[in-house]
Nanobody
Framework: QVQLVESGGGLVQAGGSLRLSCAASGRTFSWSTMAWFRQAPGKEREFVAAITWTGGNTYYADSVKGRFTSSRDNAKNTVYLQINSLKPEDTAVYYC?????????????????WGQGTQVTVSS
């Protein structure tokens, strides 16, 4: 079993920055892939970013490339999502997810473990 806890969300003005964290505990494997998804009100959940646990390979949705950066601290079993140049359309609940496989996927059904989410609200 893997437990994921997100933090770092909040209310920020457009153009601002946030750093989201996802702390993993339990049955964590060095070859697991971590991902971030988000869900805005009235919209489907969408893929944002993913990072492999060992190789540090990353993959981003086109809508966030150049503004979002995912990183990880293996010693702390924590992944991060740095969000810069925030836009009102970035407003959503951001979820961390874990996939106990070494390859990246942008499909939510490929991720077995999910956190409770953290709210990001961007005011214009």
């Amino acid at each position: 079993q893997v437990q994921l806890v997100e933090s770092g969300g909040g209310l920020v003005q457009a153009g601002g920055s946030l750093r989201l964290s996802c702390a993993a505990s339990g049955r964590t494997f060095s070859w697991s892939t971590m991902a971030w998804f988000r869900q805005a009100p009235g919209k489907e959940r969408e893929f944002v970013a993913a990072i492999t646990w060992t190789g540090g390979n990353t993959y981003y949705a086109d809508s966030v490339k150049g503004r979002f950066t995912s990183s990880r601290d293996n010693a702390k079993n924590t992944v991060y999502l740095q969000i810069n140049s925030l836009k009102p359309e970035d407003t959503a609940v951001y979820y961390c997810a874990a996939r106990l496989k070494p390859t990246i996927s942008s499909w939510d059904y490929d991720y077995r473990y999910w956190g409770q989410g953290t709210q990001v609200t961007v005011s214009s």
